[in-house]
T-cell receptor, first 112, second 113 residues
Framework: QKEVEQNSGPLSVPEGAIASLNCTYSDRGSQSFFWYRQYSGKSPELIMSIYSNGDKEDGRFTAQLNKASQYVSLLIRDSQPSDSATYLCVKMGGTSYGKLTFGQGTILTVHP | DGGITQSPKYLFRKEGQNVTLSCEQNLNHDAMYWYRQDPGQGLRLIYYSQIVNDFQKGDIAEGYSVSREKKESFPLTVTSAQKNPTAFYLC????????????FGQGTRLTVV
């Protein structure tokens, strides 16, 4: 089982819709989770971080964490064409202290 | 300005040669990481270091080597033992302790010719 697994893409949504990105992880001891956005040929940039069960909102973005189900998600409301990118789910910690493990990424396309 | 600098941006290597990728940070971060990214793929961890003079293998360490002699520097050597070295290499750093995110350099694109 992969340490971090994201829902297979690509995901295509119309402008203004909600995009839902999902991620599961295998190490129950993992402590922190991050969502990064990466444009083609560029470095990843942080969108959200979440450490506690529940929801965390920042502008159009909401991250959700359920440690019992080992599930993390990212919702993007009012999706814009500029949101088109690859979204990377990341977990930190667990059995390997300080290890940052990325999922394979989900490509999101927001069409006008 | 504080940040992470990777050099060079583009690198070409002949088969059978070792090559070293540079990563320097002036953020005073303790932890540093090296990732490899292939087209259409996520980031795979090569090596990481939580403190000077100590580092751990990641998920794909074979054919790579690192050193951490200074806090601000974490060079990656791609050896001739790495059979498919052509990839985009990303270096990251973060503060250890707590739930802090990683910051990335601009990456080095390595091509074997």
């Amino acid at each position: 089982q992969k340490e971090v697994e994201q829902n297979s893409g690509p995901l295509s949504v119309p402008e203004g819709a909600i995009a839902s990105l999902n991620c599961t992880y295998s190490d129950r001891g993992s402590q922190s989770f991050f969502w990064y956005r990466q444009y083609s040929g560029k470095s990843p940039e942080l969108i959200m971080s979440i450490y506690s069960n529940g929801d965390k909102e920042d502008g159009r973005f909401t991250a959700q964490l359920n440690k019992a189900s080992q599930y993390v998600s990212l919702l993007i409301r009012d999706s814009q064409p500029s949101d088109s990118a690859t979204y990377l789910c990341v977990k930190m910690g667990g059995t390997s202290y300080g290890k940052l493990t990325f999922g394979q990424g989900t490509i999101l396309t927001v069409h006008p | 300005d504080g940040g992470i600098t990777q050099s060079p941006k583009y690198l070409f290597r002949k088969e059978g040669q070792n090559v070293t990728l540079s990563c320097e940070q002036n953020l005073n971060h303790d932890a540093m990481y090296w990732y490899r990214q292939d087209p259409g793929q996520g980031l795979r961890l090569i090596y990481y270091s939580q403190i000077v003079n100590d580092f751990q293998k990641g998920d794909i360490a074979e054919g790579y080597s690192v050193s951490r002699e200074k806090k601000e520097s974490f060079p990656l050597t791609v050896t001739s033992a790495q059979k498919n070295p052509t990839a985009f290499y990303l270096c990251a750093s973060r503060i250890t302790g707590g739930n802090t995110e990683a910051f990335f350099g601009q990456g080095t694109r390595l091509t074997v010719v």
